[in-house]
């Protein structure tokens, strides 16, 4: 096959899969009521802003201040001087929650959905989850390129990584609903893709200028995902930079090269800063100087509760306000991390109210947890030359360009292993201490991060049929997930 045969049969490959994952999710979202999922309607009201307005909704604009929610029936009363709203609350014997808008989150997703649905006709709720479902898609594809930069002569198992990525069920989920998770599961897929493409390239001639460019843009929306997307520039940085330290070791001959990779490297941060600053900067002019927007929304929180009368006040849950006060037991925590977090890593629907017969998780399990413990489990250095050359030649101790990239598996700072086992446990830390310190709801999608990295790694162990066997188990989980459980 001619080389322009082989790129437009990975194109097809890849084309192919990113449609099946996106229509899947697609199909997913029609068995989803509107509000179903995770605070939709908080997520929509965002986008749909956008959408009619063309920009960011700040604070103060209608609909978006700090409220109070009742936890049974959900009605909101925003200004604690409405005594018609208040009067009724106060009636009732429910607890009460204080809410705030998603308007001090990374704002990105937003605004690209928002525009999206603008450009396509106006903001409807199926558009909206549309948007999302071609997140995931692009989840796959960053995967499918992953696996071609590090394994160019496996087009099969390029095409096997992109579908085990988006066939996982809870990132279908994630695909199927108005949220933000699903853009973070996106930029977390690129971010692997373009340090496997930085990668090659270090491995080959050096790193040129579209492979920094597409790291900067890749480690931008990052930045300006989900906070715990943010976890993974650490070991996306080790990785580059390891990547580079082999490359100018295996050409000290080179001096120009040293020199290329710093201005590189340079470029791709302005890219990055520029990309998820924009966001911090606006927030800086809106809220007195500050980035983040946190302290600005805590004040009004504490206004917004010493209004409140002492009876709503004494049952209105202050978990964003003071956690402190809130917060259960440690072994309560950890009890409730460990039975709700790997549930939910892998399949947990709804208001996480809906989870699948446990057999569906153990099977999951052991396939998952079996293909990267014998991944894991190979040696980790590299290959031994047929001929070694003389000690005394000082070379002799410099790895070879082609040596990198010739197995990625076994090198842990490299891609794929360096997203799939220090980015996991980074992840997992994090999720932990969010869950004891910040907001006690443990679930699964703050891990969604690291699944192109696991699922990249655990196909380094897969040859021949076994690799289509992969893709029908989690083609089968998926589609049991959505015709047994969502029903």
Avoid at 64 to 79: C, D, G, I, K, P
Avoid at 190 to 213: D, F, I, M
Wanted: include cysteine; glycine fraction near 6%; aromatic fraction near 10%.
């Amino acid at each position: 096959m001619t080389a322009r045969g082989a790129a437009r049969r990975s194109a097809g490959l890849a084309c192919g899969v990113a449609l099946a994952v996106g229509l899947n999710a697609v199909w997913w979202g029609n068995r989803i009521p509107a509000g179903g999922a995770p605070d939709e309607n908080e997520h929509f009201a965002v986008v749909e802003f956008v959408a009619q307005h063309g920009r960011l909704p700040h604070y103060g604009d209608p609909g978006f201040t700090v409220s109070l929610m009742n936890s049974m029936t959900h009605e909101r009363v925003e200004n604690p001087a409405d005594t018609t709203a208040l009067n009724p609350l106060i009636r009732m014997n429910h607890r009460f929650e204080l809410r705030q808008p998603y308007l001090f989150v990374p704002q990105m997703p937003y605004a690209l959905n928002g525009w999206f649905c603008r450009l396509s006709g106006g903001a409807t709720r199926t558009r909206a989850r549309w948007f999302d479902a071609l997140c995931i898609a692009t989840a796959a594809l960053g995967a499918f390129v992953a696996a071609r930069a590090l394994w160019p002569d496996r087009p099969l198992h390029a095409a096997a990584a992109a579908a085990c990525v988006g066939f996982w069920p809870q990132v279908t989920f994630l695909g199927a609903y108005v949220n933000d998770d699903a853009f973070a599961v996106a930029t977390s897929s690129l971010l692997v893709a373009a340090c496997a493409v930085w990668q090659r390239a270090c491995a080959g001639n050096g790193p040129h200028r579209a492979s920094a460019v597409w790291l900067g843009v890749a480690c931008g929306l990052a930045g300006s995902s989900k906070p715990y997307v943010l976890v993974l520039l650490p070991p996306a940085v080790a990785c580059t930079a390891f990547a580079a330290r082999r490359a100018v070791a295996a050409r000290p001959g080179d001096p120009q090269l040293r020199r290329r990779i710093v201005w590189l490297a340079v470029l791709a941060l302005g890219i990055a800063s520029a990309i998820a600053g924009a966001w911090l900067v606006r927030n800086a002019l809106l809220y007195d100087g500050d980035p983040t927007g946190r302290r600005f929304l805590h004040r009004e929180m504490h206004e917004l509760v010493q209004a409140l009368p002492p009876p709503v006040a004494a049952r209105t849950k202050l978990l964003f306000l003071a956690p402190a006060k809130e917060r259960p037991a440690l072994h309560v925590v950890a009890r409730a991390w460990l039975t709700t977090t790997f549930a939910s890593f892998w399949a947990r629907f709804g208001w996480m109210n809906i989870w699948p017969p446990r057999p569906f998780g153990w099977a999951a399990l052991v396939v998952v947890g079996g293909l990267l413990t014998v991944s894991l489990a190979r040696r980790s250095r590299a290959p031994v030359a047929r001929s070694a050359p003389p000690a005394s030649d000082a070379r002799a101790t410099m790895p070879r360009r082609h040596e990198l990239s010739a197995d990625p598996a076994r090198s842990w700072w490299a891609v794929p292993r360096i997203f799939a086992v220090p980015a996991g446990l980074l992840l997992l830390v994090a999720s932990m201490l969010n869950s004891y310190w910040i907001d006690y709801q443990p679930q699964g999608r703050y891990l969604l991060a690291c699944v192109p990295g696991l699922v990249l790694q655990m196909s380094t162990t897969l040859r021949g049929h076994w690799v289509l066997v992969l893709v029908l188990f989690f083609v089968a989980e998926n589609l049991a997930c959505r015709i047994l459980v969502l029903h």
